[in-house]
T-cell receptor, first 114, second 109 residues
Framework: DGGITQSPKYLFRKEGQNVTLSCEQN?????MYWYRQDPGQGLRLIYY???????QKGDIAEGYSVSREKKESFPLTVTSAQKNPTAFYLC?????????????FGQGTRLTVV | RKEVEQDPGPFNVPEGATVAFNCTYS??????FFWYRQDCRKEPKLLMS???SGNEDGRFTAQLNRASQYISLLIRDSKLSDSATYLC??????????FGTGTKLQVIP
């Protein structure tokens, strides 16, 4: 079955550590996205990538980094520079071509700083 | 101005009521429009696409007004199970997908 997979589902990090969240899709989608969601809040865009080896900052990119070496994969690293990383992180992908684009989401990673 | 704006709510409505949400977008070149539903602590899921001609799916009706740059979602005969956050989604040039912050709906018995 085609889909988008995030791992792990729950992640605990000590302060000062970098952690990497995985996002893999087998939908052959060109575009991929990372969003952050805080309790009771909406989705905020961290980074997005429209094609391999290219990505753009979203609204809250500070303290995060990404790579897009393969079409299927868009890992997000939460660095120690991110002062308040505890949140729900959602990865999404969408079809780049065509006028009726739909976004598909992974099930999310809940990151907690301990 | 935000690219996509929604009233965060919450909208507290009794069962059986009709409720409507609006969402405005700033980029007149936006191409595709959707409503997503997000349940608490879950990922968003596509509810319906929005077309200029309108789109109806059972109790749900979505409309697009390109001239005024807004989309709407109407829910008739609200059920308890409709309680969720409804996200407006707009795709623009280069297929960038932008989400509104969501409107929370609580249907009350």
């Amino acid at each position: 079955d085609g889909g988008i997979t995030q791992s792990p589902k729950y992640l605990f990090r000590k302060e000062g550590q970098n952690v990497t969240l995985s996002c893999e899709q087998n939908l052959n989608h060109d575009a991929m996205y990372w969003y952050r969601q805080d309790p009771g809040q909406g989705l905020r865009l961290i980074y997005y990538s429209q094609i391999v080896n290219d990505f753009q900052k979203g609204d809250i990119a500070e303290g995060y980094s990404v790579s897009r070496e393969k079409k299927e994969s868009f890992p997000l690293t939460v660095t120690s520079a991110q002062k308040n990383p505890t949140a729900f992180y959602l990865c999404a992908s969408s079809i780049r071509e065509g006028g009726n684009t739909e976004a598909f989401f992974g099930q999310g990673t809940r990151l907690t700083v301990v | 101005r935000k690219e996509v704006e929604q009233d965060p709510g919450p909208f507290n409505v009794p069962e059986g009521a009709t409720v409507a949400f609006n969402c405005t977008y700033s980029n007149s070149a936006s191409q595709s429009f959707f409503w997503y539903r997000q349940d608490c602590r879950k990922e968003p899921k596509l509810l319906m696409s929005v077309y200029s001609s309108g789109n109806e799916d059972g109790r749900f009706t979505a409309q697009l007004n390109r001239a005024s740059q807004y989309i709407s979602l109407l829910i008739r005969d609200s059920k308890l199970s409709d309680s969720a956050t409804y996200l407006c989604v707009v795709t623009g040039g280069y297929q960038k997908v932008t989400f509104g912050t969501g409107t929370k709906l609580q249907v009350i018995p």
